[in-house]
Antibody, heavy 121, light 105 residues
Framework: QLQLQESGPGLVKPSETLSLTCTVS??????????WGWIRQPPGKGPEWIGS???????YHNPSLKNRVAISVDTSKNQFSLKLSSVTAADTAVFYC?????????????WGQGTPVTVSS | SYELTQPLSVSVALGQTAKITCGGN??????VHWHQQKSGQAPVLLIY???NRPSGIPERFSGSNSGNTATLTISRVQAGDEADYYC????????FGGGTKLTVL
């Protein structure tokens, strides 16, 4: 059974870098059948896609986040990570790791349980 | 950037049919997916590629997509269907609608 588990600090100071890791079990992040990525949801708002990657190492980012996003992959641990730099209070959200079926252009078919991150001094 | 427009809220009587719309420019030419998010939980995929249901999703949930509007239809609404519903498309990036809160009366 597929499980995606986010982990990382729940509190980050303004201007610092937010770092989260997603550990996947029940599927290989190296599989050509899926893409994997990050989505966030600010309090009381809808989800916002952050970025994703595919098995070939191609990465895709939400242009609204400009150059603040970095996604890295550790296939040996079946994990992938998110770094979001220069955070502000507007980055406070629940962060989800997720899977796309097939390509990043298709549906998000599984979501992790989510981890809340607050940006505050 | 591409925008998806959903009504903030929809109310429906128990046992009746609810329709939740997702508007976008020529959305009929895109694959639309729907997610259900119950309070305090992660979203769950409900409908993919306009009208397909993942395994385990009841037949009461259906989708359609044409022109500038995609529609999620929930038949025989149950109390447990109270949730936020989000549409999702791809337009050079993954785009989500703002969400619709379904209230069951």
């Amino acid at each position: 059974q597929l499980q995606l588990q986010e982990s990382g600090p729940g509190l980050v100071k303004p201007s610092e870098t937010l770092s989260l890791t997603c550990t996947v079990s029940g599927a290989s992040i190296s599989s050509s059948s899926y893409c994997w990525g990050w989505i966030r949801q600010p309090p009381g708002k809808g989800p916002e896609w952050i970025g994703s990657f595919d098995y070939s190492g191609n990465t895709y980012h939400n242009p609204s986040l400009k150059n603040r996003v970095a996604i890295s992959v550790d296939t040996s641990k079946n994990q992938f990570s998110l770094k979001l730099s220069s955070v502000t209070a507007a980055d406070t959200a629940v962060f989800y790791c997720a899977r796309h079926f097939g390509s990043v252009q298709l549906e998000v078919d599984y979501w992790g349980q989510g981890t809340p991150v607050t940006v505050s001094s | 950037s591409y925008e998806l427009t959903q009504p903030l809220s929809v109310s429906v009587a128990l046992g009746q049919t609810a329709k939740i719309t997702c508007g976008g420019n020529n959305i009929g030419g895109k694959n639309v997916h729907w997610h259900q998010q119950k309070s305090g939980q992660a979203p769950v995929l409900l409908i993919y590629r306009d009208r397909n249901r993942p395994s385990g999703i009841p037949e009461r949930f259906s989708g359609s997509n044409s022109g500038n509007t995609a529609t999620l239809t929930i038949s025989r609404v149950q109390a447990g269907d109270e949730a936020d519903y989000y549409c999702q498309v791809w337009d050079s990036c993954v785009v989500f609608g703002g969400g619709t809160k379904l209230t069951v009366l």
